[in-house]
């Protein structure tokens, strides 16, 4: 066991490893432009020393060109494309170096889009299962409402999300709701599909047990078909919460919102801050990953206790 585990660590590290290789390397063809017009205007002789010759020259030909100037890809201010210790550093400055309570703390931004985050995961996580059992009890609920479920998930989110916003704030519903509302939107869809794929686990044989005991429908439910989706409500909470916190992100977009990463994925476009762009993506992925692993824990605990899980 022990050599698996290290095996596994050396097998992310590698492949770490070699996304951040490909990662320096890319930002230099990405960068060169950028930094050859920054020694132009600085008075320093680059190859060829027009920038009208340059616009011709591909990346790649400019790197070869200008060896003396990789260096300088990695180190630009406004890059096209951020080294990762640039993000790294980003990320430093503006989750330990800054008050939680200030307006450009990553921790602050990351509190406001989570609070969204989770009360729209509650609310679709309550209408999903809620619609699971409606749909496996009911065969008139099955034959409409899921084809109506999957349709929903066919239309684009990005604009959706303007009109649902539009809609709310007309009714005078503003703050966290519009973006719960949406989070909502898109996390229900993997709870039903789950839980109704989960209490339609049992098969037939356990079913036929239950009806020889004279079991009710209800206690059916309790005994063998909610104890048996378990496992597959989880995987479906573990989807759900990643799309949930998307789903508040793409809620700060439209409204021109302060705080949240989608503000500050707003503010970085909006001045060119390619590297406050790449730490608030960062920033959104560390989050996500700390939601979906804190869910695996409970599941691991819920299930352990069940007897499903060692």
Known sequence: MRSEGIRAIWAVLTVVGVILLFWYAASVPMNIKGVLTEFERA??????????????????????????????????????????????????????????????????????????????????????????VGIVHSRVMDLSVMPWAIVSQTIPIIALAPMIIVVLYSIGIQGIIPKAVISAYLSFFPVVVGMVKGLRSPDAMQLDLLRTYSASSSQGFWKLRLPASMPYLFTSLKIGIAA??????????????????GARLLAGSYYGQTVQIWSALFAAAILAACLVGLLGMVERSVLKRMGMAQ
């Not at 340059?54 to 790197?63: G, I, N, Y």
């Not at 406001?112 to 996580?125: E, H, K, Q, R, Y």
């Open 43 to 132: 008075g320093q002789q680059v190859d060829p020393p027009k920038a009208v010759d340059r616009r011709d020259m591909s990346e790649f030909e400019l790197v070869i060109d200008n060896p003396y100037a990789i260096d300088e890809t990695w180190e630009q201010d406004r890059p096209r494309l951020p080294a990762p210790h640039q993000v790294a550093e980003e990320l430093w400055e503006t989750t330990v170096e800054k008050k939680i309570t200030s307006k450009r703390s990553l921790i602050y931004h990351s509190w406001v889009t989570l609070s969204a985050t989770m009360l729209g995961f509650a609310i679709g996580t309550g209408l999903g299962i809620l619609l699971a």
């Open 244 to 261: 949930s916190l998307v789903g508040a992100i793409v809620g700060e977009l439209p409204t021109g919102a302060v705080a949240g990463l």
